[in-house]
């Protein structure tokens, strides 16, 4: 048990660490699939799978996919009464691992991209959807695995149908906790932003700790243009930083067991204990092959910031990170 609490540590570090602001989970430090082992079989890299995009036919790289959820709630998490609840997607991020050339992936999605949304019924069943924008995806369901399954879903239709199998979901709490035990993170501004503190002007070097990361991560509105756009590139500037600290910080066992017991009731996540040993090999030992953006533009509609991402680029991204060209016949 000693050992499987330290994966977890350190894949909550070096993954959910590596995306930023990517329940109570009674009983222990995990929430493991409900699925049976029929469904959870599905749910594994489908090398050679066939698909078409626009008549072209294309085979599905041997890739591993999770999604880091960070929900915009603070402390415990705890699962709602219904088949709602009042917590926002606050960013969403996949890693996808690819297992071929032994490298990995991160896609940051904007929380105003526009998709179609599942909605719920009283039995949990899909009875529908709704365009709206995916941060609303979270807000359908019991707020922990319900909720986080539905984002899983709706990132899936962001990325044209890629299939995402696990979820590792946290909420805003847990952010100054893990960056202050990486001993806080360093940046330079490249932007002004003396509207959050009169000492953060655009080119001076700042340590963010204790709540400070999330005033930087989370500012938008009072921030330059306002739009979710600025203050994603704002996010990868953190995320790189955490991502070199995460990857090169030596844990002691004290550390260790001290974390867990700080992070265990905010966050949910669907992982075995074999999934946990994989992440932590891979992003032990695989290539980072960075940031991939969506691009896209934004529009207001009925006073909402809408992201809309442009489809040939949306394409290009999705074919280039999840397939190969088939070979002719």
């Not at 490249?190 to 990361?213: M, N, R, S």
């Not at 969506?294 to 509609?301: A, D, P, R, S």
Request: some cysteine.
């Amino acid at each position: 048990m000693v050992k499987a609490r330290k994966i977890l540590l350190i894949i909550i570090l070096s993954l959910v660490g590596v995306v930023v602001t990517l329940g109570s989970i009674a009983g222990g430090y995990f929430l493991f699939a409900q699925g049976s082992k029929t469904e959870r079989a599905q749910n594994v890299p489908k090398e050679h799978e066939i698909i078409y995009i626009d008549g072209e036919k294309y085979i599905a790289k041997d890739t591993v996919n999770y999604l880091v959820v960070g929900i915009d709630s603070t402390g415990e998490m705890k699962a709602s009464n219904g088949y709602n609840n009042t917590a926002l997607n606050d960013l969403i991020c996949l890693v996808s691992f690819n297992l071929t050339d032994s490298s990995y992936t991160i896609i940051p999605i904007s929380r105003d991209t526009m998709v179609e949304v599942d909605v719920l019924g009283l039995s949990g069943k899909v009875i529908g959807s709704k365009y709206t924008q995916i941060d609303y995806a979270h807000t359908v369901g019991d707020g922990l695995d319900m909720s986080f399954r539905n984002t899983c879903r709706a990132a899936s239709k962001v990325l044209m149908g890629v299939d995402i199998e696990r979820y590792i979901g946290i909420n805003m709490t847990t952010v100054p906790l893990l960056n202050d035990f990486l001993g806080g993170v360093t940046i330079t501004l490249e932007e002004d932003l003396t509207v959050i503190d009169p000492t953060w002007e655009e080119g001076a070097t700042i340590t963010l700790t204790g709540d400070t990361c999330l005033k930087y991560l989370r500012a938008r509105m009072e921030v330059g243009d306002g739009t979710q756009i600025s203050r994603m590139r704002r996010q990868q500037v953190y995320m790189e930083e955490l991502v070199r600290k995460a990857r090169t910080n030596d844990y002691t066992f004290s550390d260790i067991l001290d974390a867990l017991h700080i992070v265990n009731n905010y966050v949910c996540m669907d992982v075995t204990y074999m999934d946990m040993a994989d992440i932590l090999n891979y992003v032990k030992t695989f290539h980072y092959n960075g940031i991939k953006q969506i691009k896209g533009y934004t529009q207001k509609n009925k006073g909402l910031i809408e992201f809309i991402p442009y489809e040939e680029d949306l394409k290009e991204l999705v074919i280039s990170t999840f397939y190969d060209k088939a070979p002719e016949e």
